[in-house]
Each structure stands twice: as C-alpha cells, then as structure tokens.
Nanobody, 127 residues
C-alpha cells in the first residue's frame, strides 16, 4: 500500500507564489510517474502537471505552462510543484498522484492512469 501526503498551499494573493510538496510512504518499488491534479468547487478534477521518471520528462496543462514547475526526486519518491504568478482561477484542492502500473505517455493527463492519490491540499488565490 502506498500513501501520499501533500503539504504547502494555503491562502495566496494573486500574482504571488507558493510551493506544494508530496511525499510517499509504503511500498513504492515501482514509480513511473508522479503528477498534480486540482479540483475547483463544482468542477471535475483536472490535470496540472506530471513528471515521468523515464526521461525524465515533464508535462503541463496549457493553463499553467510557464507559471508552474514540477520537480522531484525519484529515489525519494517525492514531487514538488512551484506555483508562480498565481491567478484566482488556480484556486482549488491540489492532489498528488502516482502511477505504479506504467501507463503509456498518452495517458499522462488522465486521472485513470494513477492508482494512488493523496488527500489533497487547498490553494486559495485571492484577487
């Protein structure tokens, strides 16, 4: 069993920055990709960014490209999300996820590609 725990976030002013962290515990012998998703009230969970360890390669949603940076440590099974130039529309609960099954690249942005999830951390951007 794998557990993921997110930290960071909170209340941030528009234009500001914050950094999210995600750590794992339990058996994580296979970790092909770690990602961040977010969910705003009344909306579906959406892809934000992913880090595939094989390249490593990074993937970003168009809405955050150039503002957010994903990084991490494969050996430590940790991933970070540096969020800059925040906008009110970035508000939501941010979830960390890990793919231990080895989904292909085409599935990187899909929630169904990830088999373990954290409980999420709230990010609120005030205007």
């Amino acid at each position: 069993q794998v557990q993921l725990v997110e930290s960071g976030g909170g209340l941030v002013q528009a234009g500001g920055s914050t950094r999210l962290s995600c750590g794992t515990s339990g058996r994580t012998s296979r970790n092909y990709c770690m990602a961040w998703f977010r969910q705003a009230p009344g909306k579906e969970r959406e892809f934000v960014a992913a880090l595939r360890w094989g390249g490593p390669t990074t993937h970003y949603a168009d809405s955050v490209k150039g503002r957010f940076t994903i990084s991490g440590n494969n050996a430590a099974n940790t991933v970070y999300l540096q969020m800059n130039s925040l906008k009110p529309e970035d508000t939501g609960v941010y979830y960390c996820a890990v793919d231990t099954l080895g989904t292909s690249d085409w599935g990187t942005r899909l929630t169904t590609s990830y088999d373990y999830w954290g409980r999420g951390t709230q990010v609120t951007v005030s205007s």
